[in-house]
């Protein structure tokens, strides 16, 4: 009879590997780094790929260790520490942010990650902070940014980010980033109590056809159908915000500004 140490290794290719690791929970992951190196660096992989930072030890470990931090790909950051900055700057493969505390662009300074997608909820950063950011951003596909501390009327130029397609923020927001920018999908929050006719020409200015959009009637109202049809002429789905409720509408001929 064989004994153990003489049965043959079965040794199961890295991408298989990786494929099975995606369908095993965290704290068997973590087991499974016990085992030997490749077991290790490929549990790892899985492990720290999407963090979700409900609990500062994590950044004192993304701050410590850049092979870890170097995993990252999606970062959820539900609360701050002081290690945040240099854990940010570690994370050279993000391509996923977002954070849902208040926090200063300064935790973004030195970052050499290029994100697809930026989410951020509570922010007292001024315009001029948050464009130096995406000026070195070119691979943004995905937005949500609120309004911020100066919500005057800016009059920085449009930042032309070549990928952007996708908006979710308020109304000023808007008129600097979809000028230049391949946007199709536009989600517009807060409203406005100007009785005049919004200026909403800028949305002619994407260099894609949106052909969705999400808006407060407040922001239409009173801009006759004919003029809005015309600066949107590929929209195919619009939603309506009218106070707390929604009314969604197949294509802009539905709508009873006509």
Known sequence: MQSNCDMPRIEIPVDVLLNILDYVDKADLATICLLNKICCSCSQ??????????????????????????????????????????ALRNMTSLRILNIQTLFDMDILVGCTFKLDSFECFYTKCRVESFLKFFSSQPSLKYLKIPLCSDSAESSLEATGLPNLTRIESSFLWLKILIPGSPVNEVITTGYTSNEHSIDLSFFTLST???????????????????????FLPSLTHLTLRIGKYFTTHGGVCGLPLY
């Open 45 to 86: 992989d899985v492990l720290y790929r999407d963090i979700h930072v409900k609990n500062r030890k994590i950044l004192w470990t993304l701050a410590k260790s850049t092979d870890l931090a170097r995993k990252v790909r999606s970062f959820n950051l539900c609360s701050t520490g002081s290690k945040l900055a240099m």
């Open 208 to 230: 894609a056809p949106i052909q969705n959009l999400t808006i407060d009637y407040s922001f239409l109202y009173p801009t006759p159908g004919h003029l809005l049809a015309s």
